[in-house]
């Protein structure tokens, strides 16, 4: 078994900052993508940015230039810093891998991210 523990969400003020962390733990040989998802209360869950084993990132075009996502192979852990957050990135968000050889997906619990005033 495979498991996800994410940290570091909260409540935050527009134009502040939040480091979202996910460990992965268990029976894994090897971790292939590695992203970060979230979903708006009445929303789809959308993805918010990713990163595979060999370093190619994805954004969303809603957070490009404002949230970087990173990973440490050695430690299995993918963060998100959000910088210049904005209310609209309100959310709960969801760590997701995928693991080796035959590619299975795993999500965490989900963090909460509240940014107001």
């Known amino acids: 078994q495979v498991q996800l523990v994410e940290s570091g969400g909260g409540l935050v003020q527009p134009g502040g900052s939040l480091r979202l962390s996910c460990a992965t733990s268990?029976?894994?040989?090897?971790?292939?993508?590695m992203a970060w998802y979230r979903q708006a209360p009445g929303k789809q869950r959308e993805l918010v940015a990713g990163?595979?084993?060999?370093?190619?990132?994805r954004y969303a075009d809603s957070v490009k230039g404002r949230f970087t996502v990173a990973r440490d192979n050695g430690k299995n852990t993918v963060y998100l810093q959000m910088n210049s957050l904005k209310p609209e990135d309100t959310a709960v968000y969801y760590c997701?891998?995928?693991?080796?050889?035959?590619?299975?997906?795993?999500w965490g619990q989900g963090t909460q991210v509240t940014v107001s005033s």
């Open positions: 997701n891998v995928v693991t080796g050889p035959v590619r299975n997906s795993y």
């Open positions: 268990g029976s894994i040989s090897s971790i292939y993508d």
């Open positions: 990163i595979t084993n060999w370093g190619s990132i």
